[in-house]
């Protein structure tokens, strides 16, 4: 999305700090139909990738946990397991919420309900937030992307728990931007803001080991408060400490029945000496957190030259939005990395940037003292922050009329490919392989017909 912004006229009703007038509530309620209609077509496509898109064994051990509760009734004291070190995280979450749909509907299917529920409550909260925030944007280009970019369709639609973090993410991003004051909108009230930073820290510390990096985010973010707001900031407290105790209350009982050491389910060792070269993790880092917004499209069509070959050949109607989505795949995160350096016309943009910055910095520290070297899925709780800043990248360019036919052009795309990814791993690679043991499992409330829980094998946890 480079190049002159000044060639265009700009469109008459551009909109930047202000917000546009107030509409009627007759022309609201015209739009419902339309919005209706939008989710109704966003599930559909979900649920379709939900039961045809890529199935492994590590949706399946995540699913077993909640299968294994529903069963046995024994309670999911710990939840995913952490292969590299044979640990499981401490907490009922994730049980809960794969096994709870099965008590309200005992069909297979009922878990993957609930995650694109989640996730699309979300991510309609962070396409809310952006509109709001940055009212220049056309409503129907930040919907649309939010929705059919990569990282949100796709990362969201299995029971796989980062697939469960983004819900937690978007909360603690939007309270970040609503309770920090160098970044406040007045959106939302910072009470709730800074309650939702505490409810969505406290959900995704029991369901992925990337929380610690939003450590030092949050305590800016409250410590800022309470800087420049002094005694009248004790709401902006009590609320994050309110938000922080129902996801909480989950991991109560495990350190209550495990003690402190054996209820951290040996996670305490995906935590290493010092190793890797600091410049070389920083720049994977950076190329990660700007393809979180952009259409990473050699990523999702295959792991290798000949996958990806294989992707076009069984489905050739899908290359020319494959062409498009390609150029793309390369020219947006150039331009967001580019577009980091220059100006913008928002008073909060310098805090934005730095916000960014910094946490990729915390994220690259943190990947030389994990097991794991760095991977995008390991800091997926930073794919709100990398939205948020791509949308005060893409402000300017998308009052212009030509760069609005380009995002449609690149959403069209994104639709048709999300489209061809129903066809490519279906059924030999799909929740289809494992349906029939499920709903046998079910039937007999017996979840070993489905599998064996991995911690059996290790000795360990749930």
Known sequence: ???????????????????????????????????????????????????????????????????????????????????????????????????????????????????????????????????????????????????????????????????????????????????????????????????????????IMQLHLSWPVLVPVLAWALGRAVWVQGRQAWPVLAGFVAGATLPAALLVPTFAVHGLSQGLGGTEGNVVTLSGNVVTVFLSVVGRFVSFASYELPYWTGGGTFGRWEFYRHLPWAIPAGAVLLVMSFLQPAVLIIEGFRTKPHAEWPTVRALALAVVIIVSLAFLFSVKGPSSHAFYLAFPLAVIYSMYVWEPYLTRVRWRRVAAVTILAAGLMSVAHLFEHHPSRSFAVDRDAVARAIAAKDYRMLGERRSTVWGCCY
């Open 1 to 203: 999305m480079a190049g002159d912004l000044h060639r265009d006229e700009p469109i008459t009703d551009r909109v930047t700090d202000q917000r546009r007038p107030s509409t009627p509530w007759s022309e609201r309620l015209f739009r419902w139909p339309w919005i209706a209609a939008f989710f109704l077509a966003a599930f559909l496509l979900r649920m379709a990738l939900s039961v045809r898109y890529y199935w492994d064994e590590d949706a399946r051990q995540i699913y077993l946990l909640g299968l294994k509760w529903f069963t046995t009734g024994a309670w999911p004291y710990f939840g995913p397991d952490v292969v590299y070190t044979q640990s499981q995280i401490p907490g009922a979450l994730q049980g809960i919420l794969v096994g709870g749909p099965l008590f309200l509907a005992p069909i297979p299917e009922a878990p993957l309900v609930l995650v694109n529920l989640l996730s699309m409550g979300a991510l309609g909260l962070l396409a809310w937030y952006v509109c709001r925030r940055l009212p220049g944007l056309p409503v129907w280009i930040v919907w649309s992307w939010i929705f059919l970019a990569p990282w949100a369709l796709f990362r969201t639609v299995r029971t796989m728990n980062p697939d469960y973090v983004l819900f937690g993410a978007v909360l603690v991003w939007i309270g970040v931007f609503e309770t920090a004051p160098a970044l406040r909108r007045r959106i939302l009230p910072q009470a709730l803001a800074a309650a939702m930073m505490g409810f969505g820290l406290l959900w």
